[in-house]
């Protein structure tokens, strides 16, 4: 009886190994599967924050182009205002 009682504890512990093998297995699957949806979420957030960075630097950019399209207008009216000045004063002499 003996024999026979350590065969089946023997029997139920190699049960319990593979039971938790394949726990085990289980387990690091699913570990594995996690790794893989946290670096694709990385990805995804690296790629949305490089976007912003993108949209910030294009929108400063145009921000910029506009202030001096601004500048570059008023100093045209300037140089108008001055040129029509000059123009008469031009033209009129040549009238003459």
Known sequence: MTDQN?????????TQVRNLEEDNKRYSKKLI??????ANLKKIISDHELKDKMIAKNK???E??????????EENKKLQAKGKTNETK???R???
């Open 6 to 14: 350590t065969l089946m504890q023997l029997a139920k512990l190699q």
């Open 90 to 92: 031009t033209t009129s």
């Open 60 to 62: 400063s950019y145009l």
């Open 94 to 96: 040549r009238k003459k």
């Open 33 to 38: 599967e996690r790794d893989e949806q946290i």
């Open 64 to 73: 910029l182009k506009a202030q001096k399209d601004i500048e570059q207008i």
